[in-house]
């Protein structure tokens, strides 16, 4: 027993002494959908952060992250126009496979919402008056539910320690803290993020 137990430890040495970390950086197309009573359409925001990637066996990796994710969505309706801006701080955790200089990878992702904001027109007139627009900007961390759980699913390419790849982020929990009396036409909004990066690894695997 303890022979083994000194074996594992020795293989989780190895394993560590050939993890890779690095650097990444992207866009994101993000929007928040759902039941709401507004048009909403995909914003092009960002994201950065470090990567660790731990081998396991074979082609099989572990890959956990921690990225600073800029996501939101942009709103549009007859009264009001403007852009949802939603800050956070993420956690990826992936399986990830190479085959070859391909790989593909999934798996959960924790957010928590650092702060956020919405920027843009609405209508200050009076009805059956002519329309006049006017500028808003106000903070809204409080019309949002602080953690959001997302799953993961991606595939890029490895040259070296170059790295391109995409991949998809579908919040599942419902991340809107705005509720109605009745709670009847409470909108449901959920997280979906598209993301295309460029990454440099350390070492070489």
Known sequence: MKRLALLLLGLGFTQLAHAQLGVKAGINAAVLDG?????????VYYHAGLFYEIP??????VQPELLYSLQGTETKSDFENYDTKLHYLTLPLLAKVHVGPLFVEG???FGVLLTARDAGTMLVSAPGTTAQYGSTSRQVEDNYKKGDFSLCAGAGVKLGGFLVGGRFNAGI????DVKNVSGVNDPKLHNR?????VAVQLGGR
């Open 173 to 176: 929990n419902d991340i809107n």
């Open 107 to 109: 798996g959960p992702q």
């Open 56 to 61: 396991v066996v074979g082609p099989v990796s």
């Open 35 to 43: 039941k709401i009573n507004q048009r909403t359409d995909y914003k």
């Open 193 to 197: 993020v598209f993301q295309a990066y």
